[in-house]
């Protein structure tokens, strides 16, 4: 199973069966469906996103601009989600300081990358608001998910949002993910997910070249073009 936040949120399967020869990949558009609703905080979150969408000149989200019907996972875990949460967090606690906007750098140029290193590098209180949050949502997702698909042979996150993130998801004492992606289902099945290995792709395996190469192999040895 693999999940990758990056400009969009990718989904897919990876399956095999033993009467197979190699690996399927299994494409989905599942985060396309409904953001999952679990505090006051996700309602609030949900009702900004919907005016944001439609109305923010953010450079991260005038590629999408438009109206929009309902909020789905897609629009608040991925990349242009980061500008959207760092935003809606900034009105939630305006005693924080907004360290990223300037008299020459505003509100509309804050691209996710620039919230991220100022969270992990400058540990900016905002800015790490902002990627707590954003962790939340991807750990509630990989989740939902895997109870879906059950992947016993591995949850894999890759992308650019994950590896940025990639020092807190990695710390050990940072279990913000952990702590969502098991405490968001119910009981009955905190044992399944943790049965699920969960990884993390690092930005130095190129897997779009690397499928693209297996894809290419498997078209040659068929002769089917």
């Not at 033993?18 to 399927?24: D, G, K, L, N, V």
């Not at 300037?102 to 905002?126: C, N, Y």
Request: net charge negative; aromatic share 8%; glycine share 8%.
């Amino acid at each position: 199973m693999v999940l990758g936040p990056g400009t969009g949120l990718g989904e897919a399967i990876l399956t095999k069966s033993r009467f197979a020869p190699y690996h399927e990949v299994l494409a989905s558009e599942g985060s396309w469906c409904h953001f999952n609703v679990k505090t006051k905080e996700d309602f609030e979150l949900m009702e900004f996103a919907h005016k944001y969408l439609e109305e923010s000149n953010n450079v991260e989200n005038l590629r999408a601009k438009k109206k929009v019907t309902s909020v789905a996972i897609a629009h608040l875990c991925a990349g242009p989600a980061v500008p959207l949460i760092y935003e809606f967090l900034k009105v939630k606690n305006p005693n924080l300081p907004c360290v990223l906007e300037t008299a020459s750098f505003t509100a509309d140029q804050i691209e996710s990358k620039h919230v991220i290193t100022a969270a992990i590098e400058q540990k900016d209180p905002l800015c790490m608001l902002v990627v707590q949050k954003f962790i939340e949502i991807l750990a509630i997702e990989t989740g939902n998910f895997a109870m879906k698909v059950l992947p016993y042979g591995g949850v894999y996150l890759l992308g650019g949002v994950a590896n940025g993130i990639a020092p807190i998801l990695s710390n050990e004492n940072d279990t913000t993910f952990m702590d969502n992606y098991i405490s968001s289902k119910e009981k009955l099945v905190h044992g399944i997910l943790k049965d699920f290995p969960i990884n993390l792709i690092k930005s130095n395996v190129d897997l779009g070249v690397l499928g693209a190469e297996e894809y290419a192999y498997r078209v040659l040895e068929l002769g089917d073009f």
